[in-house]
Each structure stands twice: as C-alpha cells, then as structure tokens.
C-alpha cells in the first residue's frame, strides 16, 4: 500500500510559511539531494491556497507526478491540468493508496493536513526545521487537531541548521 507522507518546511516556531505566504526564508542546502525526495512521489496532494502560491511563483505543475487540489471553491474547467478535490476525500485516497505506484506527497497545507491527520490517513510527517523564527504565519498543524502520537524514524543535522524530521504516525 502506498503512504501518504507529510513532507514540508517548517521554522523552528511551527510555520509552514510566513504572515503573507512567503516562503523565501527557506534555506536551500546544498547538501540535500532534493531529485532523490522527489523521485519517492508520483502523485502529490496540495491544498487551494498552497496551489495559488505555486501558480503565483510560476510553479503550476510538478513533472512527473499527478496533482491533486483539495478546493470547495476552484474550479476543474479552469485548472485542467490537476484534479481539482471538492468532495469524498476520503474515498479518493482510499483508492489512490491502493494502487500501485510511489508514495503519496501531502505537500501543503496545515489545514489539508490536519483534516487527513484526523481522518487517519497520514502515515508519515517529514519535517525539515528551518533555524529561522517567525512569528507569525501558517502554522504546520492550525488549531482544532486532535492529537496524533508519532514515534521517531529518522534525523539528520545538516550544516545549514536545518534539522530534519522523520516520524511514523503510531
């Protein structure tokens, strides 16, 4: 069965992005082979608003891979080049984790992950610590979650600062 894994950027104070949806205080380390990461994944998982900023950065598209955008207020005709998710989530990944293929990326967002946290249907939360506080921002799990218990799989420290994060979810 393919898992669904929360794979994401975070600063040391729990944002995924900043009070305006940047993203630009994420470190680029040379030392992480970022084609291996994503040579793990066939099909990724975005939220609506975590789409808009990749179509805002010219970033419509992932090569190689099927992009799924969970949205109550995009619409298919206007974006034909992903499949746009407005209902029955659950039945979908359902199905997506039993085909045969690669791993599953949950790219983003908080919200998007914490409704497929407390559905159960996260298998994995990858996060890379960025040595950078924020303030402010997108938190990488908005409240209300449930709590969900990890247990740790995998770390790394990299030169940079960034610390990197595997857990199973238990």
Known sequence: MR?????????????????????????????IDFRALFEQFDT???????????????????PGMKMFVFSRVL????????TIVA?????LLTA????SGKDIWLFGGGLLF??????GLVDTVEVGVIPVLLGGGIPLLPPPASQTNLKLTR??????????LEYAVT
Do not use: Q
């Open 3 to 31: 898992r669904i894994r929360y794979a994401v950027a975070t600063s040391l104070d729990g944002y995924i992005a900043g009070p305006k949806d940047e993203a630009d205080w994420i470190i680029m380390d040379p030392d």
């Open 44 to 62: 990724v998982l975005l939220g609506r608003r975590t789409f808009e900023a990749m179509i805002r950065g010219g970033r419509a598209e992932l």
């Open 75 to 82: 619409r298919p005709r206007d974006h034909p080049k992903v």
């Open 87 to 91: 209902e029955k989530a659950e039945e």
């Open 96 to 99: 997506l984790r039993a085909e």
């Open 114 to 119: 914490r409704s497929l946290a407390d559905a």
């Open 155 to 164: 770390h790394k420290v990299y030169k940079t600062g960034i610390v990197s």
